[in-house]
């Protein structure tokens, strides 16, 4: 493909590998300074079915401040309050208001919602528009010119930038460019996902509320989103080692029900209320020490993929995206080093802390009962104040600096 097509850029030619979250979320920011990306996305619609995701207040008061706050809201459901429950007996062992009182955004600056994964793609690719965004291409190398950097598709195509942005997700094929650094490993825990009808759940005591059922070897996550939906991830223990290159593996029907024998009736209701998912790996990106080589730099899972203990991968790629663009707006042409070195400088020790307490907050949830309960369910009396500096953090001025 040639560089021809698209809208008429200023500043330098911006190319983000990648139409997820992270990526449009960058190509939306460059555009508010001024500056048109091309988004490459391989699949050749953007939508992910059954999914959702959750976005706290650190990525929802920049989504406002690049003019998206109305369309995510009208999209999203805002929980009425975060809920810890005994994975048998129900028994509440804490909870905190969210929704409720507005508890959440008074001491955020800005709301918790679960939304449709596929809705939010809609919004964002709304908001970017199809001109500059290509899908069906499959970028699979990059080469540095004298010029710049050129990007190559699977069909022999190419594509000339200034630019290259790696926003290609926890697989991706611009880090292994970037870096010889170790790929993500797998953590030894898996997880199935799934979208219940409220109305399939009489069981469950309040389905307005985002709630983990904790048990010995596995946690059982949900939040409701629009639609009269509640969407869930049950993480379990093991495999020990996942036997393929792929992120997910087919289960057998009853394969979730079968771990949750014993469960609370609600937790084995909303499992079984829908048929049994793929078996997702859970990946953890082991610190990289470079973020950039050349023209070419990553955002989101590419840079830092993390377990979903915090709810902050899809969280983390946006605070990636506005404070990325924030760094090429403000450096000089062709000073693309050194708007990288300060994206990295801004951004790594952060995600670096993110990943580590995602990755400690694995085993807590997954405790027999007995002694070491009570341990852990004073860290869930105390989350509020245990997530400020995630929840409460604000890239946008940090960008500014
Ligand atoms: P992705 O969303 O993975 O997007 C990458 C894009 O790049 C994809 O569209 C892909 O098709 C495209 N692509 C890949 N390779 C190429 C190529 N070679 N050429 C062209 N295009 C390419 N995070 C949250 O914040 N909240 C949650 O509630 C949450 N729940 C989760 C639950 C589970 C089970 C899992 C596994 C993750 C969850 N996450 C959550 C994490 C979140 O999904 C990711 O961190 C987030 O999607 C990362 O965004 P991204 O834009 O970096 O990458």
Avoid at 188 to 214: C, E, K, N, Y
Avoid at 355 to 384: C, M, N, Y
Wanted: glycine fraction near 8%; charged fraction near 20%; include cysteine.
């Amino acid at each position: 493909m040639s560089a021809e097509g698209g809208t008429v850029a200023s500043g330098p030619r911006v190319a983000v590998v990648g139409g997820g979250i992270g990526g449009l979320t960058l190509a939306i920011a460059l555009r508010r300074h001024g500056i048109t990306a091309t988004v490459f996305e391989r699949a050749p619609e953007l939508r992910e079915v059954g999914a959702a995701v959750a976005l706290a207040a650190n990525s929802n008061r920049l989504l406002r401040r690049i003019g998206l706050g109305p369309d995510i809201a009208g999209i999203s459901v805002e929980p009425s309050a975060l809920v810890y429950r005994h994975w048998r007996e129900g028994r509440i062992l804490a909870a905190h208001p969210i929704g409720r009182d507005n508890a959440y955004q008074e001491r955020f600056g800005a709301p918790f919602y679960g939304m449709h994964r596929a809705q939010l793609q809609r919004i964002l690719s709304a908001a970017f528009g199809t001109e500059d965004l290509c899908l069906d291409r499959n970028v699979i190398g990059l080469r540095e010119t004298s010029a710049g950097i050129t990007i190559e598709f699977d069909d022999g195509d190419s594509f000339d930038a200034d630019i290259v942005v790696g926003a290609d997700g926890v697989h991706s094929t611009v880090r292994s460019w970037v870096t010889v650094e170790q790929p993500p490993v797998y953590t030894r825990t898996s997880g199935f996902r799934g979208l219940a009808p409220i109305d399939a759940l009489p069981s469950l005591p309040d389905p307005s509320v985002l709630q983990f059922w904790v048990g010995p070897d596995l946690h059982l996550l949900h939040y409701p989103i629009a639609g009269g939906l509640v969407n869930f991830l049950a993480v379990s223990e093991g495999p020990d080692v996942w036997p393929t290159k792929e992120s997910t593996l087919t289960a057998a029907p009853d394969e979730l029900a079968t771990m949750l024998k014993g469960w609370h009736p609600a937790a084995v209701e909303m499992v079984t209320s829908v048929p049994q998912s793929a078996r997702w790996a859970l990946l953890h990106q082991p610190a990289l020490r470079h973020w950039s080589r050349g023209r070419a730099v990553l955002i989101g899972d590419a840079a830092h993929a993390m377990l979903p203990h915090h709810g902050q991968g899809a969280n983390q790629a946006v605070e990636d995206a506005v404070v990325l663009a924030r760094c090429i707006v403000d450096a000089p042409t062709n000073e693309h080093t050194a708007a990288f070195e300060r994206y990295q400088r801004l951004r790594r020790s952060r995600t670096r802390k993110i990943q580590h307490a995602s990755l400690a907050t694995s085993p807590l949830l997954h405790i027999p009962d007995g002694e070491s309960t009570i341990a852990r369910d004073a860290v869930f009396t105390d989350v509020p104040a245990r997530i400020d500096w995630i929840h409460g953090h604000d890239a946008w001025p940090a960008a500014t600096i």
